[in-house]
């Protein structure tokens, strides 16, 4: 049997998406079914239902999914006990972070990485943070860089890397906003007077509606948008005011034209200020051989 074919078939069991699981494995959507129609033929029997909506494994699938992981981790110490090949783990794990994280927490975990698995290739995706957690879930990647939750899912493996404020922005340039920000003493802020730029979605967005609830503000949202860069970025502009990791603003290529606000109102929000930042993995996969390597290698820098 196959060992590559067994490996396409967990990830695919994993995700259940023919067009995610064909990109990961640089192959198309009509090679992905053949493989699925071979490992059938071998055992038999169906592993997947298909319709033009969905995916989902049969019983048969969810039993030889399991026989697919124990046969690679078996392959695999099979190749360590024998000294089978080189002493380095060889594949391809993929990981997915926002833009921000790819520039200011990869460079050092990639370069340590790749100079202890050299033969380790990571692929790497980038997108809003808030869908870091569900890209590991829905089996899209393998890892994840995200935020954690005030509560993890107990599928989710969690390494801390980083923390981050989140802090309270508004345009340093001359505009409306930063003009009535200026006009306002300290115990004077109007919340909800002023426009809001907003995350879409994710737990900062969380967070921030929380806080409005306990201070009864109901906020003008002028826009939702998705990742806390695009934030930034509407409120260097002058269109409102938002709310973003530090470790976000400080990255930004237009920091020069924000300003952090800070008053005595602003200090109620401290209790939800501080951002835990980290690899996300699911836990059932950390055994499997690849995964552990990259997981060791991050947790002895983390």
């Known amino acids: 049997?196959?060992?590559?074919?067994?490996?396409?078939?967990?990830?695919?069991?994993?995700?259940?998406?023919?067009?995610?699981?064909?990109?990961?494995?640089?192959?198309?959507?009509?090679?992905?079914?053949?493989?699925?129609?071979?490992?059938?033929?071998?055992?038999?029997?169906?592993?997947?239902?298909?319709?033009?909506?969905?995916?989902?494994?049969?019983?048969?699938?969810?039993?030889?999914?399991?026989?697919?992981?124990?046969?690679?981790?078996?392959?695999?110490?099979?190749?360590?006990?024998?000294?089978?090949?080189?002493?380095?783990?060889?594949?391809?794990?993929?990981?997915?972070?926002?833009?921000?994280?790819?520039?200011?927490?990869?460079?050092?975990?990639?370069a340590d990485l790749r100079e202890r698995q050299p033969s380790i290739e990571i692929k790497l995706h980038t997108g809003d943070q808030a869908l870091s957690i569900n890209r590991v879930k829905e089996g899209g990647d393998d890892f994840a860089i995200g935020v954690k939750p005030d509560v993890l899912d107990r599928q989710i493996a969690f390494r801390s890397l980083t923390t981050s404020r989140l802090l309270f922005i508004a345009p340093r340039r001359p505009c409306a906003v930063s003009e009535t920000l200026s006009r306002w003493q300290d115990s004077a802020f109007d919340w909800a007077a002023l426009p809001w730029i907003v995350a879409d979605r994710g737990e900062s967005r969380q967070r921030l509606d929380?806080?409005?609830?306990?201070?009864?503000?109901?906020?003008?949202?002028?826009?939702?948008?998705?990742?806390?860069?695009?934030?930034?970025?509407?409120?260097?502009?002058?269109?409102?005011?938002?709310?973003?990791?530090?470790?976000?603003?400080?990255?930004?290529?237009?920091?020069?034209?924000?300003?952090?606000?800070?008053?005595?109102?602003t200090d109620s929000f401290s209790a939800y200020a501080e951002f835990e930042i980290g690899l996300c993995a699911l836990q059932q996969r950390l055994s499997e051989p690849l995964m552990q390597a990259v997981w060791n290698d991050v947790q002895l820098d983390a």
């Open 1 to 110: 049997m196959n060992i590559r074919d067994l490996s396409v078939f967990i990830d695919l069991a994993n995700s259940l998406h023919f067009g995610r699981t064909a990109e990961k494995h640089y192959m198309s959507p009509s090679t992905l079914s053949r493989v699925v129609q071979r490992l059938e033929l071998q055992a038999g029997v169906s592993l997947l239902q298909r319709n033009n909506r969905s995916v989902s494994l049969t019983k048969a699938g969810e039993r030889y999914r399991q026989y697919a992981r124990q046969s690679l981790s078996a392959w695999q110490a099979f190749q360590d006990d024998m000294g089978i090949g080189s002493d380095k783990l060889q594949g391809l794990v993929s990981l997915y972070c926002s833009v921000t994280a790819s520039h200011s927490l990869l460079s050092g975990i990639l």
């Open 210 to 265: 929380r806080w409005f609830r306990e201070q009864k503000i109901k906020p003008s949202i002028y826009a939702q948008v998705s990742g806390h860069e695009a934030i930034v970025s509407m409120v260097a502009l002058g269109f409102g005011v938002g709310l973003v990791p530090e470790l976000v603003l400080t990255s930004s290529p237009v920091f020069d034209s924000i300003q952090i606000i800070r008053s005595s109102f």
